[in-house]
């Protein structure tokens, strides 16, 4: 690909998440995987030159940090912490971006503002940073969503999520004194409140019947004929006839 075209085809990758249509999943993973790059961009530009990532966290009740909601999800303390979010942010990212093509905006954008805004105003005085609290509400928002619509593509995708991931349950609580607890916390209430608040915006998905999954449906009336006409193997009758 030449120089010039590359830059279109990374904006085109990079398009906000409004379109209406229902993605695939590999085109749900795909933008999960490349945004989660973004992240790793960040984080090595932070290395290489040195940069104050740690500026960009929030810092609570701080009103020159306001700023850090909106950005302390970009930055992560190292490249351990990123590497601990990155698996969970492309299977929960692609499991919301593919299943909730209705909500995932929405989703992202309170759960991304309400974990910034709940650190900044009950946390404790620290730089708190990382996605982790993203990550967390994108898990309520699947459990709680499943729990509430019980369509099959929801219940699956929950059920991936909890398989992997189902730790975040007891994750929102004290653990470890190095760990933001209250972005995780606040990213799972606004997950479930996310859930509560959109669940049936979703449209489920299209249930495929089958003939046979219809008790009212009259037999095949040609099979039925065929039976009673045709002579049975072990009859005298039609044994003779042959």
């Known amino acids: ?21 229902q993605y695939s999943l590999a085109e749900a993973i795909k933008r999960s995987v490349i945004l989660v790059a973004l992240l790793w961009i960040i984080q090595s530009a932070g290395v ?6 740690a500026n960009l ?19 992560h303390s190292g490249y351990e912490h990123l590497f601990n979010n990155t ?26 503002l309400g974990s910034g805004i ?23 928002y699947l459990f709680v969503g499943a729990i509430l619509r019980r369509d099959a593509r929801s219940v699956g995708l929950m059920l991936i999520a909890f398989l992997m991931y189902g730790t975040m349950i007891l994750t929102i609580f004290p653990t470890e004194p190095d760990i933001s607890y209250e972005a995780h916390f606040f990213g799972a209430v606004s997950g479930g409140i996310a859930a509560l608040l959109w669940w049936k915006q979703d ?3 299209t249930i495929k019947r089958y003939s046979w999954e219809n008790p009212d449906e009259a037999d095949d009336p040609v099979i ?3 039976w009673q006409q ?13």
């Open 1 to 21: 690909m030449a120089k010039h075209d590359a830059l279109p085809a990374i904006m085109r990758a990079l398009m906000p998440l409004t379109s209406s249509h």
């Open 48 to 53: 290489l030159f040195n940069l104050p990532l």
């Open 57 to 75: 966290a929030v810092y609570p009740h701080a009103w020159d940090r306001l700023y850090g909601i909106l950005s302390a999800p970009l930055v």
């Open 87 to 112: 698996l969970p942010l492309v299977v929960l990212g692609s499991a919301l971006l593919y299943g909730y093509p209705a909500t995932r905006n929405k989703v992202l954008l309170l759960v991304w």
């Open 118 to 140: 709940g650190v900044w105003m009950f946390a404790r005085e620290a730089n708190h940073l990382g996605a982790s609290g993203i990550a967390h509400g994108m898990f309520f």
């Open 203 to 205: 449209p489920k998905p």
């Open 224 to 226: 039925g004929e065929l």
């Open 230 to 242: 045709s002579p049975h193997p072990d009859d005298d009758e039609g044994y003779k006839e042959k």
